[in-house]
């Protein structure tokens, strides 16, 4: 296996762990009966609220608010660990690839602190109920920034263009939720959905991402060999 390719397969297993947080998110919201969890409605921090409480008129009691709490650690360590060996991958030898990086491993910062903050009555009492929202602000903002500028940077690149006309895509969408998310505004779908469309586009580049990393160095692997059979081949 060439080190390109090790690099890639090393960068997609780490990744991948993003499922991770898509399967605590599921079971923490399924865990939910009084009431029901409103995936349309409801924020996702809601999940690691850790008292049972009622909020601006909204009940919230999360039974599993530690699986969820963790699942942002997961999320935010697997975020900024990916991005600093994604960028030297895709962008290799060229310097647009710090801003990208700087604002995607802040955006892993960001989520990982959401779960160290998450919110709960004690942390409001406390007046620190801000450190929640700064950090989840960071998390959506430079995580969507970043994942448009490396699409857009990607976009003169032969081999990556598909790839950054996806993750451009789904980078701008994660910008404008994240707009619509500060205007409240839920074009009638549900704020907790205006959320979901800014921080989706987060995981859908991090599994996502994991994924087409795989797939790259399997290709690459199969090339080599290939390459490899033919000059033994020819030798003889």
């Not at 009622?54 to 599993?64: A, F, K, M, N, Q």
């Not at 660990?81 to 710090?98: F, N, Q, T, W």
């Not at 704020?191 to 996502?208: F, S």
């Amino acid at each position: 296996m060439g080190r390109d390719a090790r690099r890639e397969r090393t960068a997609g297993l780490v990744l991948l762990l993003g499922f991770v947080y898509l399967a605590l998110e599921a079971i923490t919201a399924a865990a939910w009966i009084d009431p029901p969890y409103d995936w349309a409605r409801n924020y996702i921090s809601d999940l690691g609220f850790s008292d049972c409480a009622v909020v601006d008129g909204t009940r919230i009691c999360s039974p599993l608010h530690p699986l969820m709490n963790a699942a942002f650690l997961v999320q935010g360590t697997v975020f900024a660990a990916g991005a600093l060996m994604v960028a030297p991958i895709v962008l290799r030898g060229r310097r647009s690839r710090v801003p990208v990086t700087v604002l995607l491993v802040a955006s892993g910062i960001g989520t990982f602190f959401v779960g160290v903050f998450h919110q709960s009555l004690a942390l409001s009492a406390a007046g620190l109920n801000g450190l929640h929202v700064l950090a989840a602000f960071i998390a959506i903002a430079a995580g969507d920034i970043g994942i448009a500028l490396l699409g857009g940077l990607l976009l003169s690149d032969a081999e990556w263009r598909g790839y950054g006309v996806a993750i451009l895509v789904i980078g701008v969408v994660g910008v404008l939720g994240g707009l619509l998310l500060l205007a409240r505004a839920d074009l009638g779908l549900g704020l907790g959905t205006t959320e979901r469309i800014a921080v989706y586009p987060l995981n859908g580049w991090t599994v996502g991402t994991g994924v087409g990393l795989l797939v790259t160095s399997y290709r690459e692997v199969r090339r080599a060999r290939a390459r490899a059979a033919r000059t033994a081949e020819e030798r003889v």
